[in-house]
Nanobody, 121 residues
Framework: QVQLVESGGGLVQPGGSLRLSCAAS????????MSWHRQVPGKERELVAS????????NYADSVKGRFTISRDDAKNTVYLQMNSLKPEDTAVYYC??????????????WGQGTQVTVSS
């Protein structure tokens, strides 16, 4: 079955950096748009950053623009989220998502299990 496995989360001080990775398997990675989302208890999951397949067009939430960078390596079936200048409000569980819609209009979307990021002194 499809697998998305996140790694790289942890505890970091404000102003620090982390790089999250999401390793994908058992689907054609390059055909999927990939994205990172985050969620804190009591709030809805929110989109942080996304990157398309093919051209690799990126999109960011306003709250992370200029600080986070999403990238993908199709040869390694992996998507990354480089997070710099971290703030306490970035604390959340971060989830990786793979998404595509077929020519027949069938949507395929998969989620990882999440990785905790805590920004605190």
């Amino acid at each position: 079955q499809v697998q998305l496995v996140e790694s790289g989360g942890g505890l970091v001080q404000p102003g620090g950096s982390l790089r999250l990775s999401c390793a994908a398997s058992r689907f054609t990675f390059s055909n999927y748009a990939m994205s990172w989302h985050r969620q804190v208890p009591g709030k809805e999951r929110e989109l942080v950053a996304s990157i398309t397949g093919g051209a690799g067009t990126t999109n960011y939430a306003d709250s992370v623009k200029g600080r986070f960078t999403i990238s993908r390596d199709d040869a390694k079936n992996t998507v990354y989220l480089q997070m710099n200048s971290l703030k306490p409000e970035d604390t959340a569980v971060y989830y990786c998502n793979a998404d595509r819609t077929s020519r027949l209009g069938i949507r395929y979307t998969y989620w990882g299990q999440g990785t905790q990021v805590t920004v605190s002194s």
